[in-house]
């Protein structure tokens, strides 16, 4: 049971535009979530976080949005460049019947097209 | 501060074999998770160690073990390899448990013949 979905295998967009990647929860536990970021032939790297008291956070270029009621967040790249070309995980944590968990999606493949 | 260090960063096994794999986590950080991640599945938890003791399980077999020592390094082992074993195995360290930011090393890549 995939607590954490990330619909989109891929997203391709053109550079200076918007990068819009979704991520949907299931567990209503959750009250803390991330995107990490990766790079082939590296570990994930934190990018940006959200507590589940905002509904918005913003980073430079980075902007996440989270919608509680409909359990869902997005992650916002403005404008886009070549650079972001990467895999994208969303993670969401929380404690559950007493035991802490961190569950991340299966990823989002984006492609910055030069 | 040095990064989470991981070894070896490849390995090739064949089928039956067992495998150990280590974890140094960023000086300090007591907890370490290890995740499976391969094509399609994402990052898949294994199972998180925090000051010596395992916190959290994820839905794996038996076959797939780990622990961690006074020093937080953290090693996994694998036993009766199985060529649905092949996949980027990666661990992270935390400084405590809860909402901090896990810091991952850059995987092991295990292929099993």
């Known amino acids: 049971d995939q607590q954490v979905k990330q619909n989109s295998p891929s997203l391709s967009v053109q550079e200076g535009r918007i990068s819009i990647l979704n991520c949907d929860y299931t567990?209503?536990?959750?009250?803390?979530f991330l995107w990490y970021k990766k790079y082939p032939a590296e570990g994930p790297t934190f990018l940006i976080s959200?507590?589940?008291?905002?509904d918005k956070n913003e980073d430079g270029r980075f902007t996440v949005f989270l919608n509680k009621s409909a359990k869902h967040l997005s992650l916002h790249i403005v404008p886009s460049q070549p650079g972001d070309s990467a895999v994208y995980f969303c993670?969401?944590?929380?404690?559950?019947?007493?035991?802490?968990?961190?569950?991340f999606g299966t990823g989002t493949r984006l492609k910055v097209l030069a | 501060k040095a990064g989470v260090t991981q070894t070896p960063r490849y390995l090739i096994k064949t089928r039956g074999q067992q495998v150990t794999l280590s974890c140094s986590p960023i000086?300090?950080?007591?907890?370490v998770s290890w995740y499976q991640q391969t094509p399609g599945q994402g990052l898949q938890f294994l199972f998180e160690?925090?000051?010596?003791?395992?916190?959290n399980k994820g839905n794996f077999p038996g076959r797939f073990s780990g622990r961690q020592f006074s020093n937080s390094r953290s090693e996994m082992n694998v036993s009766t390899l199985e060529l649905g074993d092949s996949a980027l195995y990666l661990c992270?360290?935390?400084?405590?448990?809860?909402?901090?930011?896990?810091?991952f090393g850059p995987g092991t890549r295990l292929t099993v013949l």
């Open positions: 959200i507590s589940s008291i905002k």
């Open positions: 000086s300090g950080h007591r907890s």
């Open positions: 993670a969401a944590s929380g404690v559950d019947s007493g035991t802490y968990k961190y569950i």
């Open positions: 567990n209503s536990m959750f009250d803390y």
């Open positions: 992270a360290s935390q400084n405590q448990a809860g909402y901090d930011t896990q810091y």
């Open positions: 160690y925090f000051s010596e003791t395992q916190r």
